[in-house]
């Protein structure tokens, strides 16, 4: 059998049972079949998708992967070859290793579906929102979500430092997210995009880390696989947005289009398998995919609760770092926690009820109808997006030395 019709077979993805339809865009390498991972759900419940998820949960990043691989040949100058080449292009290297010459290149070939719009529509929809409200969701919202899986919070508290150091593993995501905000800051060179590629190949350092940890990988499938990547791709888009929604912060359908043509090529970046997300344009595709990969995931265990714990402990400390930010007490953080997810998650976390919970409904209907009149007049929603723009550059400026501003690596 040819090799091409092998992996078209394996390309099969979201059929009839998930209402996605297929999506067959780009070239990716064959895998070979493994077992399905034990910690990782029921593969036979999976319908038409069975093959892909359970080829993707033992992938990681081929190109990221084999960077990291060379590295260790190359010793410190290949590191000097990595910040050199994300930060400057694969031009400014003379002599490039061909393992980072292929990373480097692919990343900075764009894909034929990014448009002017890419780099601006999101980061517009973004900055429609105030900077404390993305803060909030981020850190009780979506990271709430990444830290529920077993399987992503064990690679995390393998890592040794994660509960001693929430604040700045919070500040440091929160930099990120920023940083691919900014107006026009994805394209190659810039900001977010450099900041987006040292994510990736944090991402690749810790894979290869746990894997020669003793990684249990017939449980748990390969660390940070191509599934779990996915799933925190969809932690910054109906998780977050969701919990906006539920502050008060809702978005036209032409804000979410807009929204998801950007996240696409974030994804792109992270080395994301476009099946992923190709044919995620909305927040309904997207709870779809969302429910499919979490149900590779058992429940929050021991290392789950810990981490979320710690997070909403550090909420607060986020706040209290910039000037930008107003300060926000323990009790408005838990209310706000129980607010955007409910009482059953809440109660899994141990997240004490407050009086303060009763605030949140009508200050969210008020906020709703705020974003309705100003939306409604041009020069006042423009006027609100440019001030977001500014705050979110004042913040960034006031942050300590970003593990992302000279080519640096967020966790060592």
Known sequence: MQATTLTRRRMMFLGATSGLGLATLGRWPAHAAAPWPTQRGDGTTFGDSERFIGEMLHVGDPLADAVVAELVLLGSDGKKFLQSGIAQGLKSLADPPPALAAFLRAN??????????????????????????????????????????????????????????????????????????????????????????????LHAQARARTLANGWNVAAFGTPISQVDLARTWLDFLPISYGCLSRLGYDLTSNEISDLYRTWWYIAHLLGIDPRFYRSITDHTTARRLLTLVDATNQPPDANSRALVTESVRATSGLFSLATVLPPISAETVNATFRHINGDPISDLYAIRRTPAQALIPPTALATRNTRTLARAIPLTWNTQIKFNESLTETFLNLLPTSAYANGGYAHK
């Open 108 to 201: 900075e070939t764009i894909p034929p579906w990014v448009t002017p719009s890419t780099y601006t529509g999101g980061s517009r929809t973004f900055m429609s929102i105030p900077l404390p409200a993305h803060a909030l969701t981020l850190a009780l919202g979506a990271l709430t979500h990444t830290y529920s899986s077993p399987a992503i919070a064990a690679v995390l508290i393998g890592t040794g430092e994660l509960i001693n150091s929430t604040q700045r593993r919070l500040l440091e995501t929160t930099d990120w997210l920023l940083r691919c905000m900014q107006p026009g800051a994805l394209r190659v060179g810039g900001r977010g995009y450099v900041a987006t590629l040292q994510v990736r190949m």
